[in-house]
């Protein structure tokens, strides 16, 4: 498992538009893609309904996790499709 921690520089938080970012890049990868935001609190990255209901708001920080045969490609590629999807704002 890899991991990286992101702090959602967004006024918006996250919304549909960095949310359907890392949706749509997490399906590309076998590896699992979660993450954990709160109080023990996970969401996962394959499905925009559990990112949008993370209701992650700006300033928080979340940490990005991959688990699979492709995880540290995926973490990448997830944490770079998100992180642009957020500098749209």
Same mark, same amino acid.
């Given at each position: 498992? @890899?991991?990286?921690?992101?702090?959602?520089?967004?006024?918006?938080?996250?919304?549909?538009?960095?949310?359907?970012?890392?949706?749509?890049?997490?399906?590309? /990868?076998?590896?699992?893609?979660?993450?954990? /935001?709160?109080?023990?609190?996970?969401?996962?990255?394959?499905?925009?309904?559990?990112?949008?209901?993370?209701? @992650?708001?700006?300033?928080?920080?979340?940490?990005?996790?991959?688990?699979?045969?492709?995880?540290?490609?995926?973490?990448?590629? @997830?944490?770079?499709?998100?992180?642009?999807?957020?500098?749209?704002?």
């Amino acid at each position: 498992m @890899v991991s990286r921690n992101i702090t959602i520089d967004s006024l918006l938080g996250i919304h549909l538009r960095p949310a359907g970012a890392m949706c749509e890049e997490a399906v590309k /990868y076998k590896s699992t893609v979660t993450f954990g /935001y709160g109080e023990g609190k996970s969401a996962n990255g394959k499905s925009i309904i559990s990112i949008l209901a993370s209701g @992650v708001k700006c300033g928080e920080t979340i940490n990005l996790m991959a688990d699979g045969e492709d995880e540290k490609e995926a973490l990448e590629a @997830v944490a770079q499709a998100f992180i642009n999807a957020l500098k749209d704002d």
